[in-house]
């Protein structure tokens, strides 16, 4: 039983990372229907340059207290983790907006290999220790064990949802994200931005993944130029591939509705597998 709950509790703060991760990932897919590869790259930088300021405030002030030494740094990771997503989006994915779906998506690979080497560059292709700046005596919970930094990872991340819940549902911005999401064109007409509100989306996104980075980073105990690798890819696939399966099962039914209607058998209509498989092969083209 105590392996069980020490289990629950490992997979709790794991979760806590990929589910911030992954916010960032469907925001921006669900509005413009493109996969970020360069998101995992962009916690890397906050990780990075949390782990610069702490380094430099212990330097600078060393009686400053661990708890506020990481605030700051996570604070101005977040700025810049902010600022970096919005020059990819507005240099590298808005001049591809209107292009066939490949060239935004081998533009956002590359821009993932021009993050981890300037990153590289800039920090050194070296493993650097993260500071642990909160008190390690571990919580005891019934058998199981957790230490600070995991109770602040799981309290971070239900603060950042219960502000983004409130964001999308409750504020102007909320309504503007998802009326663009429904009908960027149509959102258009009715006076909202859609540039402005992908950029703020971008934005959003950078935050959560700035906070899972130096969370991340926290838990455990070391910082590179290659992390946001593997959580950055974790996250991916499932936008992709459940829009593939939903424009599969569209152009299904709508292939099965075309082919039942009498007028359609009348002139000769294709066969429903024919029509299936011909509009399977589009919508796998344009979904990925």
Known sequence: MDILLQQIINGLVLGSMYALIALGYTMVYGIINLINFAHGEVLMVG??????????????????????????????????????????????YRPLRNSPKLAPLITAIGMSILLQTLAMII??????????????????????????????????????????????????LGRAMRATAENPRVAALMGIRPDMVISATFIIGAVLAAIAGVMYASNYGIAQHAMGFLPGLKPSPRPCSAASATSRARWSA???????????????????????????????????
């Not at 782990?51 to 661990?66: A, C, E, F, S, V």
């Open 47 to 92: 990780a990075l340059t949390s782990w610069t300021i702490i380094g430099l405030m212990k330097d600078g002030m060393p009686n400053t207290p661990g708890w506020l030494i990481l605030l700051i740094a996570l604070i101005i990771a977040c700025v810049v983790a902010a600022t970096l997503n919005f020059v990819i989006e507005k240099v590298a």
């Open 254 to 288: 709508a292939s099965c509705w075309v082919s039942s209607r009498p007028s359609a058998r009348a002139t000769s209509a294709p066969s429903p597998v024919v029509c299936w498989a011909a509009t399977t092969a589009t919508s796998s083209r344009s979904s990925c």
């Open 123 to 172: 920090w050194k292709p070296t493993n650097k220790a993260y500071p642990n700046l909160l008190p390690t005596d571990p919580i005891h919970v019934g058998g199981a064990v957790i230490s600070p930094t995991q109770v602040m990872i799981l309290s971070v991340t239900a603060f950042s949802l219960v502000v983004l819940m409130w964001l999308v549902n409750y504020t102007k």
